[in-house]
Every structure is written in structure tokens, then in C-alpha cells.
């Protein structure tokens, strides 16, 4: 097995341990780019600040769903997906089912599209 099939099955294991349904809508000047399908897919999303914290002298990671967020999307499981900035992507397992917009895309990660999404 090659480098890229090895990097493909893990990406593969992670998404489905650790991602969640999405739907991507995409948008153009903040209306329907009908030129794009809506798609759903399954991607590790990550929502809340991950910065150290310290409180009361000790230090302690927080996770609290504040406005800034990545999804971490497969390239080879999407490899039709076409994200832009101004996208929308809906969690749709989480309660309330929110609304995230696409601030940046890095497509320089080997395997992995990073999402850089804020509150919408």
C-alpha cells in the first residue's frame, strides 16, 4: 500500500469515528449558486476554543461553542466538492442543527480540506 492509500484509509477511520453529518449550501453573493449542488457529507467538525485557559492559578482546556469553528473534510471522499468563502455548512446531528459560514479554505493539508467557519 502506498502513501496515499494508507493517508486515505486513515482519513476514512477518523470520519467515521469522529465526523458528523453536514450539508453544504452553496452560495454566491449570499444567494443560491444553482451552478453548485447542495451536498451532504460527513466531516470531523471542530467548534469552540481549544486555547489554553487559566482560571484560579490552574490551567485547563475549554471546548465551549463560541463563534469560530473548522470542519476537517475529506479530499478523496468529496473530491466533487466545491467550497467557496460565503458557503454555508449546517450541522445537522447537533441540537438546534447550526449554521456555520465558510470564512477560509486551506486546501494545502495533504488529505484534508480545513474549513475555517464562523457563527451564521
Request: proline share 4%; charged share 30%.
Amino acid at each position: 500500500m502506498n502513501r496515499k492509500e494508507l493517508l486515505n484509509r486513515a482519513t476514512a477511520s477518523v470520519d467515521r469515528h469522529m465526523g458528523e453529518a453536514l450539508r453544504h449550501f452553496p452560495l454566491e453573493n449570499g444567494l443560491t449558486d444553482n451552478s453548485r449542488d447542495v451536498i451532504d457529507l460527513t466531516a470531523v467538525l471542530r467548534v469552540g476554543n481549544a486555547e489554553p485557559s487559566s482560571v484560579g492559578g490552574s490551567t485547563w482546556n475549554s471546548r465551549l461553542a463560541v463563534d469560530k469553528a473548522q470542519a476537517h473534510v475529506s479530499h478523496s471522499a468529496y473530491p466533487e466538492l466545491e467550497i467557496k468563502v460565503g458557503d454555508k455548512l449546517r450541522a445537522v446531528e447537533r441540537p438546534g442543527e447550526p449554521w456555520f459560514e465558510v470564512l477560509s479554505i486551506n486546501d494545502r493539508m495533504q488529505g484534508r480540506l480545513i474549513v475555517e467557519l464562523g457563527e451564521a
